[in-house]
């Protein structure tokens, strides 16, 4: 069993930064992690990606704003959120699957808007 905390969101200027904090515990073990997004009336999108080996990559919206990294222990993984824009707000999850169960945490809040 895995679990999985996000934490850091906010309310934000446009142009501002948060930094989101993905604390997993339980059955980790050199896991892939994603960062992904729903905003009001939309679907789940995936934001950001986390290979097992570290390799990221990231949906073109974000790119050259977002970037994704972990700590050396590899139990939280971070998304680092630079000028931010109103349509970056949404609740923000991590996610990661163990084979053959899929965990997802509760989210943060992000909301963008002067």
């Known amino acids: 069993h895995v679990q999985l905390v996000e934490s850091g969101g906010g309310l934000v200027q446009p142009g501002g930064s948060l930094r989101l904090s993905c604390v997993a515990s339980g059955n980790i073990l050199d896991n892939a992690m994603g960062w992904y997004r729903q905003a009001p009336g939309k679907e789940r999108e995936l934001v950001a990606y986390?290979?097992?080996?570290?390799?990221?990559n990231s949906v073109d919206s974000v790119k050259g704003r977002f970037t994704m990294s972990r700590d050396d222990a590899k139990t939280t993984w971070y998304l680092q959120m630079n000028n931010l824009k109103p349509e970056d707000t949404a609740v923000y999850y991590c996610?990661?699957?163990?084979?053959?169960?899929?965990?997802w945490g509760q989210g943060t809040q992000v909301t963008v808007s002067s």
């Open positions: 986390m290979t097992r080996d570290g390799r990221t």
């Open positions: 996610n990661t699957d163990t084979g053959n169960t899929d965990y």
